[in-house]
């Protein structure tokens, strides 16, 4: 009897592991930053259709993109060819968040960047902050 007992509770057990195991991933509030540093054109486009594919899949997802070094060019009024989509993107609660610090040694001014940006001191911070708070972290491109 004992032996049943202790059966039946391991099988309730493992029954109740499994169901929570299978728990819909969008009832989880996802918060994911995405790092951009690269120059690559191609990687601006994989980075416009990742963040598609994220809000497709989990559309309450905070997503933001921390922008810098060679990736600047992706936010720039006279560079970026892809301001309809980030606009998009925009409006959908993705935050682009600019390093000023790159814009200090490139000589950019706020008026150069795409008006969608946010501003932060130094993009490797805003990284370190995010991650400590909880953040899942994607290197944009290689």
Not at 12 to 28: R, V, Y
Not at 47 to 58: E, S, T
């Amino acid at each position: 009897m004992k032996n049943q007992l202790f059966s039946l509770l391991i099988a309730l057990l493992l029954l109740n592991i499994s169901a929570q195991a299978q728990t819909k991933p969008a009832d989880k509030q996802h918060r994911i930053m995405f790092h951009l540093a690269s120059p690559d054109t191609l990687v601006y486009k994989g980075l416009i259709r990742q963040l598609n594919n994220v809000l497709d899949y989990w559309p309450t997802a905070t997503l933001e993109v921390v922008i810098h070094s060679g990736g600047i060019d992706f936010m720039r009024k006279d560079r970026s060819k892809l301001e309809p989509e980030i606009q998009a993107l925009k409006n959908k609660g993705v935050v682009f968040a600019v390093c000023q610090n790159t814009m200090k040694q490139q000589k950019l001014t706020k008026e150069q960047i795409l008006s969608q940006a946010i501003f932060v001191p130094v993009a490797i911070a805003e990284l370190t902050l995010k991650q400590e708070e909880g953040w899942s972290y994607i290197k944009a491109g290689n």
